[in-house]
């Protein structure tokens, strides 16, 4: 009998209600990433596809942690949750001997409950769902003198119970959900790296695309703290999916920004956005994007109130992608805080310098097409190919 979790169950969401071929590859992919993310954290662990769940065994040789193994599949796009587990036999007696292991550090005064999971045909075993989660549920009551709680107890006593083989857990990480990257293709992503663009990144990369994030240096109205905080936001989100080439893209914009300064004024953020618009899509094009993506909201900003998304995507060609568009602000703090990405907004960001006191709200296309430069979307395409990348990890 294992005295603690000898492996991880990984549980994933979208992926599994697919056809079985593309079920197949998804699931490979998400094997793969959530590999990638194990050897990127140093953490040994053979990762296997099984039923309807990934499982993450011990290497050949060396320790294991289970649960840090868990912990890091969490952070992979498509799953739903991880539990370090302790496998057992499929048999009354040892799942039960095995949550009275795990039970030895239940919490004082905490409920309980025993949730099963049976999979195979009903001659397969010789007890129900309900039937072996009563039996375990007694053995952990026994053992600990802990009261049941089906509805809202403090933990719950996992047990997964397939043909021949059985998990038993004790703690469960919540995963993103949405789907493994890789499955979806590639989008570039206009990223500031200030509250929203990062989040955006993230909710696209959970939709399984691959994220190439361009950031454009605005010159003096950007400076080296806005880039260093794109740096680092940046790394933080590519973090969850470290096989995938998601370092920054900078691109230097400080005379583009300057003569737009110059050239116009209530319109001139829109004029800025559809430059940015243009940069992404040259990017996309080396690349093989097939889609550009802001961080935008509906209404947060001038440059974002209904008509002027109109105009700004009037610069595009390729499909945008807005992620945040019906999102109110507070719902974006408070993902950016969960994902690690919040950071305080005590830095005067860019495009706020770079504003006109008076920006137009409701733009006509024909306007600010008249006030921008001739060039400029030939300028922005020529930028494109000046960019750098900056590894923030
Ligand atoms: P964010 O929206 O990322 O928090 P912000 O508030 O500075 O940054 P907005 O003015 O809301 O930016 O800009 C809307 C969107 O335009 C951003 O979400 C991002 O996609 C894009 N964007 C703005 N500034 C830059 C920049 N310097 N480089 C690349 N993209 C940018
Ligand atoms: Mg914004």
Redesign the pocket.
């Known amino acids: 009998m294992q005295q603690s979790p000898d492996l991880a169950v990984v549980r994933y969401g979208e992926a599994g209600i697919k056809s079985d071929k593309v079920r197949g590859q998804m699931l490979d992919r998400l094997a793969e990433n959530v590999r990638a993310i194990l050897d990127d954290r140093g953490i040994p662990g053979h990762v296997e596809r099984h039923w309807s769940r990934l499982l993450i065994r011990p290497p050949e040789a060396g320790e294991f942690d289970a649960d840090a193994a868990a912990r890091a599949a969490a952070d992979a796009f498509g799953v739903v949750s991880t539990r370090p587990a302790i496998s057992t036999a499929p048999e009354a007696d040892a799942l039960a001997e095995a949550a009275v292991t795990l039970a030895a550090d239940h919490p004082d005064g905490a409920t309980f409950a025993v949730r099963a999971n049976r999979a195979g045909s009903p001659e397969t075993h010789p007890f129900t769902s309900q039937e072996v989660a009563a039996a375990v549920g007694a053995a952990i009551g026994d053992a600990t003198g802990a009261g049941v709680d089906l509805d809202e107890p403090d933990r719950a006593y996992r047990l997964d119970v397939r043909e021949d083989e059985a998990f038993v857990s004790a703690v469960e990480y919540d995963g993103p959900g949405g789907l493994p990257v890789g499955t979806q293709g590639k989008t570039v992503?206009?990223?500031?790296?200030?509250?929203?663009?990062p989040v955006?990144a993230w909710e696209l990369f959970k939709r399984g695309l691959e994220v190439v994030p361009?950031?454009?240096d605005?010159g003096d109205y950007?400076g080296p703290d806005h880039l260093a905080r794109a740096v680092e936001t940046a790394g933080t989100v590519a973090r969850s999916a470290p096989h995938v080439d998601a370092r920054l893209r900078v691109v230097p914009a400080g005379d583009l920004v300057d003569d737009l300064v110059d050239a116009t004024g209530a319109t001139r953020m829109l004029s800025l956005?559809r430059a940015?618009l243009r940069v992404a899509e040259a990017v996309a094009e080396d690349v093989g994007a097939h889609s550009v993506a802001?961080?935008?909201s509906i209404g947060?900003?001038s440059?974002?109130t209904g008509p002027n998304v109109r105009v700004t995507d009037a610069a595009a060609t390729l499909p945008v992608h807005r992620p945040l568009l019906t999102r109110d602000k507070p719902e974006i703090v408070a993902r950016a805080r969960e994902i690690g990405t919040f950071v305080d907004a005590t830095m005067n960001?860019?495009?706020e310098r770079v504003a006109p006191d008076y920006p137009e709200t409701n733009a006509r296309l024909s306007a600010v097409e008249a006030a921008e430069p001739e060039d400029l979307f030939d300028r922005a395409e020529a930028l494109a190919d000046e960019r750098y990348v900056v590894d923030g990890n």
Do not use: H, N
């Not at 206009?190 to 663009?197: E, W």
């Open positions: 992503a206009l990223f500031s790296g200030g509250i929203d663009s955006a361009v950031y454009l605005l950007g956005r940015m802001t961080g935008e947060q900003k440059s974002q960001v860019g495009c």
